[in-house]
């Protein structure tokens, strides 16, 4: 699931669990377990391990278009793509892009965000330091790099060093506690 439908914490009631697999289209996923608060609330922390579920079909990827690596706004980032093959490393990337897909690996990697068309795509230039071009309405790595570097600073942490709450009003991911970096799922 890319969010908790709602309707499950109706379903459980007060004091229940839900055990979900949270992931994306960059390929990253959780497996969290909640506890039912109130209605529309729920509280909990990710576990340790890869174990997942397959995505619920209403919540995977629509059909891609073509993707075509136009030319955009180019800089040097000091925050290298290959972070993203790293597994906590992606897994915060895709909160703070959740509509993008992750394409390729090491070096040679697309984001590309299947909402709104922005893109982002990495290269080296003739010093070998790592290139990043992106276009579109959304500055995908510029988000990708704050979020990243956020993880960063609470000591990069693996996953299961992190929780979601979940109110009626948004449903937010964040590292350490509530009040630590947080990024809110796409509901």
């Known amino acids: 699931m890319r969010h908790i439908p709602?309707?499950?914490?109706?379903?459980?009631?007060?004091?229940g669990t839900v055990l979900v697999t949270l992931g994306g289209w960059m390929g990253a996923y959780g497996l969290v377990k909640l506890t039912v608060t109130g209605r529309g609330h729920a509280t909990g922390r990710f576990l340790p391990g890869t174990t997942s579920f397959m995505?619920?079909?209403?919540?995977?990827?629509?059909?891609r278009p073509p993707l075509l690596?136009?030319?955009?706004?180019?800089t040097t980032t000091k925050i290298p793509a290959v972070l993203l093959d790293d597994?906590?490393?992606?897994?915060?990337?895709?909160?703070?892009?959740?509509?993008?897909?992750?394409?390729?690996?090491?070096?040679?990697?697309?984001?590309?965000?299947?909402?709104t068309g922005s893109l982002a795509y990495f290269g080296?230039?003739?010093k070998g330091q790592t290139q990043v071009t992106q276009r579109g309405a959304v500055p995908l790595w510029d988000r990708v790099t704050d979020a990243l570097a956020e993880w960063k600073t609470?000591?990069?942490?693996?996953?299961?060093?992190?929780?979601?709450?979940?109110?009626?009003?948004?449903q937010t991911v964040w590292i350490g506690s509530e009040d630590g970096p947080s990024w809110r799922l796409p509901v």
């Open 154 to 170: 609470a000591g990069a942490p693996h996953q299961s060093g992190s929780g979601i709450t979940i109110t009626p009003d948004a």
């Open 87 to 115: 597994w906590t490393g992606r897994w915060v990337a895709q909160l703070a892009a959740p509509s993008a897909e992750r394409l390729g690996g090491g070096d040679i990697q697309v984001l590309s965000d299947v909402a």
């Open 124 to 126: 080296a230039d003739e």
């Open 55 to 63: 995505i619920a079909r209403s919540h995977g990827r629509p059909p």
């Open 69 to 74: 690596l136009l030319p955009g706004q180019t």
């Open 6 to 15: 709602y309707g499950w914490l109706d379903q459980v009631g007060d004091g």
